[in-house]
């Protein structure tokens, strides 16, 4: 699988409490490796597994599979009327896209948009780049300007077939111009225009607010009994 000569070793991870449904235990076996060819990946993608920083994984949950990897085919998709709405009130802002590198201004959007969405105000520098940019695989980064006003950052993977989507913050006094579906709008888009048939964006979890938005997105797929089916909205 790893085209270098490092041994890769699968483990398998002890049950602890699921971050997503709490009264739920999660398992899961993984790896970890420096380098991973981009169509490794890819074709773990395909099987259900994910990565978090240098770490792949693929869950294994007792008596549980409501975490159900989604992605889009993206030359099927269609905007539905909030979309469209959306894309046309974001239409002035600017997107770059970079190599996944390090940046102070990424950094402190990342770290506040923790701190005010989630409370979690232990961020730092090693946290953020172990999990974002230490990356085995090819990384981008997305990033939205409001003028010179840096409101958005997407860490993305890139693969011959697909890109995955990482992780998404933003700056919270542009809530109102729903910056998270405007990136995945515009991850879409960029997979249509590198000829990629898919835009992987995680986990779909039915029953977690924060996961099951992704059913809002057309021409959508779940890997369910170890195969892609069309997710019926």
């Not at 239409?91 to 896209?97: C, F, N, Q, V, W």
């Not at 950052?153 to 995955?164: C, L």
């Not at 109102?176 to 590198?194: A, M, N």
Request: one cysteine or more.
């Amino acid at each position: 699988m790893n085209s270098s000569t490092e041994k890769i070793e699968v483990y398998q991870s002890k049950p602890e409490l699921c971050p997503y449904l709490h009264d739920r235990t999660r398992c899961s076996i993984f790896f970890q490796t420096e380098k991973l060819p981009p169509a490794a990946y890819e074709h773990l993608l395909d099987g259900g597994w994910r990565r978090c920083g240098k770490m792949f994984y693929l869950n294994t949950c007792p008596n549980c599979a409501e975490c159900l990897p989604l992605r889009i085919v993206v030359d099927d998709f269609k905007p539905d009327r909030t979309q469209k709405r959306i894309l046309k009130k974001n239409a002035g802002l600017r997107t770059e896209i970079v190599n996944a590198e390090f940046d102070s201004g990424d950094y402190r959007l990342y770290a506040r948009y923790l701190e005010e969405r989630h409370g979690d105000k232990s961020a730092n520098e090693d946290d953020y780049r172990n999990f974002l940019l230490n990356s085995p695989v090819e990384s981008l980064i997305m990033r939205y300007y409001d003028g010179d006003t840096l409101i958005g950052v997407a860490w993305i993977d890139e693969m011959p077939k697909s890109i995955s989507s990482v992780y998404f913050a933003f700056d919270r006094a542009f809530e109102r111009q729903s910056p998270g579906v405007f990136s995945i709008l515009k991850q879409i888009e960029l997979c249509k225009r590198l000829g990629k048939k898919f835009l992987h964006l995680g986990f779909y979890i039915k029953d977690c607010r924060k996961m099951n938005y992704k059913i809002n997105y057309s021409a959508s797929e779940l890997f369910d009994n170890n195969e892609w089916t069309p997710l019926i909205r």
